[in-house]
């Protein structure tokens, strides 16, 4: 299983294959492991005890597709697939990307990817975000799909909800590009280490207030994927903050698809009332097909 990753750019690049949902009958919907939930095809909003907005992408007028957990309130495991293979035997290197709503509880986004139909190559997405958070509205996601579907004749794409009476996932305008070359992208930073299944106590929570009385060094960390074709070469990670702190890293090579997470030397803000910024970025000795996705503050 790898995971997939956030990103904002490439909506410029000319696609190779796209979908809108726009016509329904080019998607084909269906169920695992004895579950009955189905995705729906539409304009209509989630409608469950705790609805979303609809979801806010380019073409969301003339359709979008959306699982609603929370309105159907059982176990899950659905899926909904592009009926027609997708032929990409002249293009070896190819990402996948679409636009997303979701808001987490328990369950599990995933992109499932085919070069048969029948054998599937699963990618975890949303994976960082925390139960009860959602993603922005919407949220553009991008997935290096080469391994599976570089090259292959006929590619199927599925979009699977895993869970269990939790909120719901709305997806729409669905592409598959070109591969960049060089494309690194931060999947996640955060100001702790803390695990709610290994900590064993509360004083490293994820605060975003402290009292002066209860500051702590805090072990800043973050973690990218190498999202290119190619392998990133001297990548670097750099983390600053507004009142003087500053750790540069050098990565070294990342293979293609690999995730590197880092921590930091710790941080101990300053005692002084006041907000702090902390930047993070990450780069490599080429230029980046989607440079914006290289940096993230909290």
């Known amino acids: 299983m790898v995971f997939a990753v956030a990103t904002t750019g490439l909506m410029a690049q ?31 909003a989630p409608s469950g005890d705790y609805p979303l907005d609809p979801i806010a992408s380019t073409t969301a007028a003339n ?18 697939r592009n009926t027609t293979p997708i032929d990409l035997s002249g293009h070896p290197y190819v990402l996948l990307q679409f636009q997303e709503y979701y808001r987490n509880f328990s369950g599990q986004t995933f992109v499932d990817v085919s070069n048969n139909g029948t054998d599937w190559t699963a990618t975890l997405v949303n994976s960082t975000l925390a139960s009860n958070a959602a993603t922005t509205n919407p949220l553009l996601i991008s997935i290096p799909i080469t391994a599976t579907a570089g090259g292959q004749s006929t590619v199927y794409i599925r979009f699977r909800y ?45 605060y975003t207030i402290y009292p002066i009385s209860e500051v702590r060094p805090l072990p ?23 009142d003087g702190y500053s750790n540069v890293h050098n990565v ?6 690999d995730t590197v997470s880092y921590v930091a030397p710790s941080y101990t803000p300053s005692l002084v009332v006041g907000s702090y910024g902390i930047n993070y970025s990450v780069s490599s000795d080429s230029t980046d097909a989607t440079p914006a996705d290289n940096q993230m503050s909290d």
């Open 252 to 257: 070294g090579s990342v293979d293609q698809t």
């Open 63 to 80: 359709g979008f597709a959306l699982y609603d957990s929370d309105l159907l309130c059982h176990n899950d495991n659905a899926y909904i």
């Open 162 to 206: 895993v869970g269990n009476c939790d909120y719901s996932w709305m997806v729409d305008d669905v592409k598959i590009l070109p591969q960049p070359n060089n494309d690194l992208t931060i999947v996640g930073t955060s100001t702790t280490v803390w695990d709610n299944v290994t900590t064993v106590t509360y004083d490293s929570l994820p």
């Open 220 to 242: 800043l960390n973050m973690s990218f994927t190498n999202n290119g074709a190619a392998i990133a070469s001297d990548a670097t990670t750099t983390i600053t903050t507004t």
């Open 14 to 44: 000319t696609p190779i294959w796209s979908n809108d949902f726009s016509d329904p009958s080019t998607w084909t919907m269906g169920n695992l492991g004895g579950a009955t939930g189905s995705w729906v095809i539409g304009t209509t």
